[in-house]
């Protein structure tokens, strides 16, 4: 244990990545609390690029990565815990950076992790607004279309007319159970950790059952995880209506 604790803290690769995360997160912040400046916005605009078409190899999660700054965008002009928002907004970043760069030998937990952590964020923002606006909507849905099409692209799904008619099926779902729990007392964070939760489940699913792997029994176990992690989110809710 403590030969990979010092392994890991004098890893380059690993401080390479996280001060690229922190860098780009910190022009995130910049560009918001300074009101959305034009030098701050500039800053962020050039870091993203340089990111992205300069340090990443890997594009197929262009999607997430781009998608993963405007959530951090967002989510920080709204009234969210900022200190939670900051640590998971670059703890995605840092993910995405190292999955595109190829520094993790084991990508797709990694990706499945961090997808899973974007899709917590995403819905953190959605339901902190508190608010039923048709353009939340129609944000969210696009969102996870595009999410989970490039998920199953990087999950190796062969079929590309498939990968999109049912990444346009989970967006439709997704938003419907959007619309349905916000009626739940849940408060925003247990909300969109059930959601969360949800796509997590669902997208892996898909690529599983594309794949020709899906059995009674691993669909058996994905539900029944599924209902008991959902048990412990309700039960853990502080059950008042709004």
Not at 199 to 214: L, Y
Not at 232 to 240: D, G, L
Request: hydrophobic share 65%; net charge positive; aromatic share 18%.
């Amino acid at each position: 244990m403590v030969k990979r604790l010092i392994s890991l803290l004098t890893n380059r690769t690993a401080w390479k990545l996280l001060f690229r995360g922190v860098f780009l997160s910190g022009t995130i912040f910049l560009a918001v609390y300074t009101g959305f400046a034009w030098w701050a916005v500039a800053a962020l605009i050039v870091t993203v690029f340089w990111i992205h078409f300069i340090l990443l190899e890997r594009y197929v999660i262009s999607v997430s990565f781009f998608i993963a700054v405007l959530a951090s965008l967002f989510s920080l002009t709204l009234r969210v815990p900022n200190v939670l928002i900051g640590f998971l907004s670059i703890g995605i970043l840092v993910a995405l950076i190292g999955i595109g760069s190829l520094a993790f030998s084991r990508r797709d937990i990694i990706y499945d992790i961090t997808e899973t952590a974007l899709a917590f964020l995403i819905f953190t923002a959605f339901f902190a607004v508190n608010s039923d606006e048709w353009w939340m909507y129609v944000l969210v849905f696009i969102a996870f279309v595009f999410l989970t099409h490039e998920s199953f692209v990087f999950g190796g799904v062969p079929w590309r007319m498939y990968r999109s008619s049912a990444a346009v099926a989970v967006g439709l779902v997704v938003i419907e159970l959007a619309w349905i729990v916000r009626f739940l007392p849940l408060g925003f964070i247990n909300a969109a950790a059930l959601l969360a939760l949800f796509c997590s489940m669902t997208r892996n699913a898909f690529i599983v059952g594309f794949k020709g792997n899906m059995t009674p029994r691993l669909f058996l176990t994905n539900i029944s995880a599924f209902i008991a992690v959902s048990m412990v989110i309700f039960a853990a809710s502080k059950w008042y209506v709004q």
